[in-house]
């Protein structure tokens, strides 16, 4: 019997059952564990492991900043996931529900959701550009090669002819790639005069793109309809979203290879510069990486793994989890590089210089690498249809997130059962929240909110949550759960790095961001300071919830001093616990009435009873007090 309860354990079914019903048939959950594992790798592994962590390594020491990238995610990344999931599993609540283990802390929760609609709202901008980009390929030659076209300016000078194809002069092509305040290359012009239609100024919206603004509906009907039903039907689509960018992937990396200066590109990006691994700024950066990469402090993880199964070993998916989205990056550098290198000999320049990060690197240094290799059409289109799942399997959760929440929140049947009109409510004002974003100055603003909106403010929220958890509610209790509901408590390892060695790593990110502070410009634009301005508030709007809900928490407790009203805010409510009665045991076993232990007391003393039913009721005392009701069935 305890074989076969372990066994059930493992693979997220509760002890006992054969079936593959859902275990919590009020709210749902997923069809099988595969299902949350690919979600999760799927909301994990985004834009940023192909566009961010390839720049993050060539700027500061190639395979030197390996060693602090994978020192951070054994120390703070791996750890806080598995924080995440362990406590929306527990609950089987969104990222507002769980907060019941301490009332006052619940602003971490709308925190965590004004974060996620600020990321929903501009990611879906970047999929619908590459959506865009992605029709635009389906070409004979693809639009942004020569520099003939209405948009392109008497300064343009394309890497190649337009005669025989063949490139252009050395000295055309150094201007090309140095001179960036007379940028010329047609993917340049292409992206800023067609694309975009830029504008000189944030506060210059100009036009509304309307193919932009296209594409963007395009985007959010996807999502909605992957998010229809909820985890059943994204749980179904993310086998093929969350699986096939790999195969993307290594396609362009076996492309990649083969190309001639390939190698030249990997060994830039391997090659270790040892004596940056003492620069402090190395060490601030993959801390930062692992941790924004990961997708902590957005709600996502927290409500994906409230879907799962009370007894589902999250330990053992954060850690695959976890593994899959750096390995990832690692992967992604070596696509990525194995083009530039690819790109940089056939220009005759560094590597360096024709390496980007951000948009810059999806959408003009690719997108011009790519008119370089045979059928370029054909791997644009696979390449920017890797971007749009990448993208689209970040974009599930970012929107199930803030779904989940207003549904739990409210929870009654009314709203449960009409989840899928709060799904489309949801998604209908994302899409007009994005309008602005598809003007001439959209992309100002995209910036703006990436750069401010889900920068210093995450690392903040997760600071808070591990104080909140570990010395507020207390690190023994939590254990205690942990252990009820996987069977073993946390590591000893983990234990360590939740009490200490995390906060004191986030803290570190914290300080470094800050440090390394620079106003946000985009090339030679430099944002006013209302725009800064505007950015700092977006920052500080989900912060400000945690201060702002407390006190209206603390206000309303009961107690005659502020001392008395703040014990009371801080200690778990009645709700707090697994959300099945059948898991509520031991401290959380409901308590039994007066009068069925007065009958239970008469059962005992009559002696008129048989022996059996006196061990019966025995047996059922026992379920009542400490909940082990497997082991005592299998004795009756």
Same mark, same amino acid.
């Given at each position: 019997?305890?074989e076969?309860?372990?066994?059930?354990?493992?693979?997220?079914?509760?002890?006992?059952?054969?079936?593959?019903?859902?275990? #919590?048939?009020?709210?749902?959950?997923?069809?099988?564990?595969?299902e %949350?594992?690919?979600?999760?790798?799927?909301?994990?592994?985004?834009?940023?492991?192909?566009?961010?962590?390839?720049?993050?390594?060539?700027?500061n020491?190639?395979?030197?900043?390996?060693?602090?990238? %994978?020192?951070?995610?054994?120390?703070?990344?791996?750890?806080?996931?598995?924080?995440?999931?362990?406590?929306?599993?527990? /609950?089987?609540?969104?990222?507002?529900?769980?907060?019941?283990?301490?009332?006052?802390?619940?602003?971490?929760?709308?925190?965590?959701?004004?974060?996620?609609?600020?990321?929903?709202?501009?990611? #879906? !901008?970047?999929?619908?550009?590459?959506?865009?980009?992605?029709?635009? =390929?389906?070409?004979?030659?693809?639009?942004?090669? *020569?520099?003939?076209?209405?948009?392109?300016?008497?300064?343009?000078?394309?890497?190649?002819?337009?005669?025989?194809?063949?490139?252009?002069?050395?000295?055309?092509?150094?201007?090309?790639?140095n001179?960036?305040?007379?940028?010329?290359?047609?993917?340049?012009?292409? &992206?800023?005069?067609?694309?975009?239609?830029?504008?000189?100024?944030i506060?210059n919206?100009?036009?509304?793109?309307?193919?932009?603004?296209?594409?963007?509906?395009?985007?959010?009907?996807?999502?909605?309809?992957?998010?229809?039903?909820?985890?059943? @039907?994204?749980?179904?689509?993310?086998?093929?979203?969350?699986?096939?960018?790999?195969?993307?992937?290594?396609?362009?990396?076996?492309?990649?290879?083969?190309?001639?200066?390939?190698?030249?590109?990997?060994?830039?990006?391997?090659?270790?510069?040892?004596?940056?691994?003492?620069?402090?700024?190395? &060490?601030?950066?993959?801390?930062?990486?692992?941790? +924004?990469?990961?997708?902590?402090?957005?709600?996502?993880?927290?409500?994906?793994?409230? +879907?799962?199964?009370?007894?589902? #070993?999250?330990?053992?998916?954060?850690?695959?989890?976890?593994?899959?989205?750096?390995?990832?990056?690692?992967?992604?550098?070596?696509?990525?590089?194995?083009?530039?290198?690819?790109?940089?000999?056939? $220009?005759?320049?560094?590597?360096?210089?024709?390496?980007?990060?951000?948009?810059?690197? /999806?959408?003009?240094? *690719?997108?011009?690498?790519?008119?370089?290799?045979?059928?370029?059409?054909?791997?644009?289109? $696979?390449?920017?249809f890797?971007?749009?799942?990448?993208?689209?399997?970040?974009?599930?959760?970012?929107?199930?997130?803030?779904?989940?929440? !207003?549904?739990?929140?409210?929870?009654n049947?009314?709203?449960?059962?009409?989840?899928?009109?709060?799904?489309?409510?949801?998604?209908?004002?994302? %899409?007009?929240?994005?309008?602005?974003?598809t003007?001439?100055?959209?992309?100002?603003?995209?910036?703006?909110?990436?750069?401010?909106?889900?920068?210093?403010?995450?690392?903040?929220? @997760?600071?808070?949550?591990?104080? /909140?958890?570990?010395?507020?509610?207390?690190?023994?209790? +939590?254990?205690?759960?942990i252990?009820?509901?996987?069977?073993?408590?946390?590591?000893?390892?983990?234990?360590?790095? &939740?009490?200490?060695?995390?906060?004191?790593?986030? %803290?570190?990110? $914290?300080?470094?961001?800050?440090?390394?502070?620079?106003?946000?410009?985009?090339?030679?634009?430099?944002?006013?300071?209302?725009?800064?301005?505007?950015?700092?508030?977006?920052a500080?709007?989900?912060?400000?919830?945690?201060?702002?809900?407390?006190? +209206?928490?603390?206000?309303?407790?009961?107690?005659?001093?502020?001392?008395?009203?703040?014990?009371?805010?801080?200690?778990?409510?009645?709700?707090?616990?697994?959300?099945?009665?059948?898991?509520?045991?031991?401290?959380?076993?409901?308590?039994?009435? =007066?009068?069925?232990? =007065?009958?239970?007391?008469?059962?005992?003393?009559?002696?008129?009873?048989?022996?059996?039913?006196?061990?019966?009721?025995?047996v059922?005392?026992?379920?009542? @007090?400490?909940? =082990?009701?497997?082991?005592?069935?299998?004795?009756?």
């Amino acid at each position: 019997m305890a074989e076969k309860c372990s066994e059930g354990l493992l693979n997220g079914a509760v002890p006992g059952e054969t079936g593959k019903r859902d275990e #919590n048939i009020k709210r749902g959950n997923w069809g099988n564990q595969i299902e %949350f594992v690919l979600t999760s790798v799927g909301y994990a592994v985004g834009l940023g492991n192909v566009w961010r962590f390839p720049y993050l390594c060539y700027r500061n020491g190639g395979g030197a900043f390996m060693f602090p990238y %994978f020192i951070m995610l054994v120390f703070c990344g791996i750890p806080l996931f598995f924080m995440e999931l362990s406590f929306g599993q527990f /609950a089987s609540q969104g990222c507002l529900g769980v907060w019941r283990v301490s009332p006052m802390f619940k602003g971490i929760g709308y925190g965590m959701m004004v974060v996620s609609t600020y990321i929903g709202i501009y990611y #879906n !901008v970047v999929i619908c550009i590459a959506f865009y980009y992605f029709f635009s =390929s389906m070409t004979r030659v693809l639009p942004w090669t *020569y520099c003939t076209n209405h948009w392109n300016t008497p300064d343009c000078n394309g890497v190649l002819n337009v005669t025989n194809g063949s490139t252009g002069s050395s000295f055309n092509v150094t201007q090309i790639l140095n001179q960036t305040l007379k940028r010329t290359s047609p993917s340049e012009e292409y &992206w800023r005069r067609y694309v975009l239609k830029l504008s000189d100024d944030i506060g210059n919206l100009g036009e509304v793109r309307l193919p932009l603004l296209g594409c963007l509906g395009v985007s959010w009907v996807v999502v909605f309809l992957c998010l229809i039903k909820g985890v059943k @039907s994204s749980g179904k689509v993310v086998y093929f979203t969350a699986t096939f960018p790999y195969v993307v992937l290594t396609i362009l990396f076996v492309r990649g290879i083969t190309l001639e200066g390939a190698v030249t590109g990997i060994t830039y990006y391997l090659t270790p510069q040892w004596d940056k691994i003492l620069d402090a700024k190395v &060490w601030g950066d993959a801390a930062s990486q692992i941790f +924004y990469s990961l997708g902590c402090a957005w709600g996502g993880l927290i409500t994906m793994a409230s +879907y799962n199964k009370f007894h589902n #070993n999250c330990y053992r998916d954060s850690i695959i989890i976890s593994i899959t989205n750096c390995a990832t990056s690692v992967y992604a550098g070596f696509v990525i590089f194995s083009i530039l290198g690819f790109m940089a000999n056939h $220009l005759g320049v560094d590597v360096s210089k024709v390496a980007d990060h951000g948009p810059g690197l /999806a959408f003009v240094a *690719y997108p011009e690498a790519l008119t370089l290799l045979p059928i370029s059409p054909l791997w644009s289109v $696979l390449f920017f249809f890797m971007l749009i799942l990448l993208g689209l399997g970040t974009q599930f959760c970012l929107l199930e997130t803030l779904v989940t929440a !207003v549904v739990d929140e409210v929870g009654n049947d009314w709203i449960i059962r009409r989840k899928t009109f709060v799904t489309l409510a949801v998604a209908v004002v994302g %899409f007009l929240l994005g309008v602005p974003l598809t003007t001439q100055a959209g992309i100002y603003w995209l910036l703006l909110m990436d750069n401010y909106a889900a920068s210093f403010s995450l690392v903040v929220i @997760s600071c808070i949550m591990c104080v /909140a958890i570990m010395y507020i509610y207390g690190h023994c209790n +939590y254990f205690k759960d942990i252990e009820m509901m996987l069977g073993f408590p946390p590591p000893f390892f983990f234990q360590i790095c &939740w009490r200490f060695i995390s906060p004191v790593i986030i %803290f570190f990110i $914290l300080v470094f961001t800050v440090i390394q502070y620079r106003p946000i410009s985009y090339n030679a634009y430099v944002y006013p300071n209302w725009a800064i301005t505007i950015g700092f508030l977006m920052a500080l709007s989900s912060v400000i919830c945690i201060p702002v809900y407390a006190i +209206y928490c603390v206000l309303r407790s009961e107690g005659d001093s502020l001392l008395q009203r703040l014990k009371n805010a801080t200690r778990p409510s009645r709700e707090w616990g697994p959300a099945l009665p059948e898991h509520r045991t031991g401290r959380y076993a409901p308590p039994l009435s =007066s009068s069925t232990e =007065s009958q239970l007391e008469v059962q005992l003393l009559n002696p008129e009873k048989p022996k059996s039913d006196e061990a019966g009721v025995a047996v059922a005392i026992t379920v009542g @007090s400490n909940g =082990s009701t497997h082991s005592q069935d299998s004795k009756i």
